[in-house]
């Protein structure tokens, strides 16, 4: 029997070295219970998501893909500087997979203790998640269409590298996209349970880039939208409404080499068993939403607000019966509704496995919330999610949204200890 | 033996009618055990902050203030809309009381099941919160100054009634305040574990103030700074180093009498049992900090990164020595060092409640951090906090931070269930 992972840690100020290796004891067992199957995001602690929880970061697919979704989102997209060199980003590559190994067990930065650096130095480690434990933290790192094409591609010798699919995405109906909320030539997603290792992760990362690549854009979420295991109850976004009932499940093994895993024959060779992550900003006008009756928000989404069930009936997990009629001929769940346009079943079939966060980044000067969704879907071609947006363009909740940033990354395959992260595409 | 609330409540999608007359079950009887020691604060269930946590909200002072500080903040700053009359607000407070009653026990806003409002008017409830639980929320109000004070006042006819002490703050060294970040007629700090149960809470209190009140700044915070209990351990801030090592702790009955609860004999008698809410908004330059080595960032806070132990040598809970000198005849604790000239010894002895969190809001376009802390204290007195603060004017911690937005409000006592909040000022 595995040590089982407690939920709290945070009673404990400091590491200490006992506590440090019963972690990394705790998530090898959870790695080696995992098994092969589905890759990292099966190799998990089996305890309930808490501040002990260890994800490793080595594993054959990368983690915070089909991990079960933690709580808080820390995303970034950054850009080469003019200077940069193939060697430069090889070499921030190594150091931010030894980085990501060693923060996903909860340790510092740095290889020496404490935060490291010495009196003379500035810390290895800014500190800030001391004690707070590994809490589930999961690093995802992707290239941007950018790092591939035009002059930085020439110079860093990948132009001929590139996944096939991998081009910025195509102007959707509703787009607003702004410049500054889109695109990036790489980019690393940190989720946790505690919204600081997040942010730690992401500040101490970005530290290890200083003079190589800075932040383009970021974005803070918190409360998943989507749940990746069925042991984890529907989220519900801030329209009130559960999502991503239809989601792909962790577990859904053959789903996952359908739709998400990228196979050898269909892409270069380094990018089997990688994944291409779409997000996208969307501004939700939370006030109007609100003033909108029950009925109206229903009929809009196609499910009850209660319980989630298909307005054909049922509850929460029964098939939509997108055929059923109401006494007066017209669809139960209506034909411009959000459940009905997003369905795998009127979309060919195509699914996709998302991954998103709410947002709220306070108020504007009219007092309305500046919140909304930060979509996150991964898919084995970006052609799924352009696919499924495209379905969406009449859909009665585009009323309600806004479409303000856009990306596109490829996410290569999880690295074993000893490589590094993307190491495939310099070989 | 009371039912002791669980951790975890998010497993359950809904909120059954049997989960709901539990949550009453297990609040109540923490209010009982609670007793009428120092108030609300201390009557909370015994177990671990989690999805079952119930703060009741009726009680002798508000919660909030002493309550084990949660993880999530978000706090609203509000103006009253230009027609709003005295009877207006007190229908509003009284909407805020019963509304507040309800969400602090994992209910929605609406006194109907669900989401209320039935299919042909907008639900009372938004609904995000279904299933979250209580989450250990707490609301918080506070009276601004400019209630009281000038045509609005008049209005209120509540000129008479300002506690004395409650003012705008002055101007201090360093500040470069944003009038869009200060002040406001009124203000809800709404703290829980789950960040959307705390944003859930300020959105539905906003819905009710719609034509009487609207936001005027918001502010998102997650991760304490403080510790109101020596049960929890003491974070860190974003510089990496504890704080509030020294905080007034909720089982301070002494303490908190002396420095945090008016007295009658001192204001007008409605507001006895009160406290006033000092929030600054405090930018920290994270970058500039990250690269200051570590015996500076020691040297300026003054205590050491890892355990939060004071320079002057022992543990993070010894007394700082300020009196102790090293072998250059130097302080140990640097004269212009963050804890000495915070420290109550060196302030008349002088004490506040702090209750701060972090924040992050993205990058700019720099790339850098915009993150920092959100302080808040509470006080008898804000003569208190402005005492502390120009304490601090050759701290050589400016260097790193700038005080961006301030507000000051006078928190009314706790209401008893059939009140309404802020009674004691309209009789």
Known sequence: MPNEPERTGKETGGVSRRGFLGLVGAGAAAAAAGGAGYGIGAARAQAASGAKTVHPFYGTHQAGITTEVQQHLYFASLDLTDSTTRDDLIELLKAWTDASARLTHGQQVTAEGAVGGGPLKPPDD???????????????????????????????SIADRKPDALADLPLFAFDILEDELSGGDLCIQACAEDPQVAVHAIRNLTRLAFGKAMIRWAQLGYGKTSATS??????????????????????ETADLEAWVWTDADSQPAWFAGGTYLVVRKILMTIESWDRAQLGEQEQIIGRDKFEGAPLSGGEEFTDPDFGAVEADGAFAIPADSHVRLAHPDNNGGVRILRRGFNFVEGNNNLGQLTAGLFFIAFQKDPQQFIDVQRSLKSDALNEYIRHVGSAVFAVPPGVREGGYIGQGLFE
Chains 1, 2 share one sequence.
């Open 126 to 156: 800014t500190g800030e998640a001391l004690g707070l434990g590994p809490a589930a933290l999961t690093i995802t790192f992707g290239f941007g269409p950018s790092l591939f094409t035009g002059e930085l591609g020439k110079r860093l």
């Open 230 to 251: 069925k042991k984890q109850a529907t989220p519900r976004n801030l329209f009130g409404f559960k999502d991503g009932t239809a989601n792909i499940m962790a577990n």
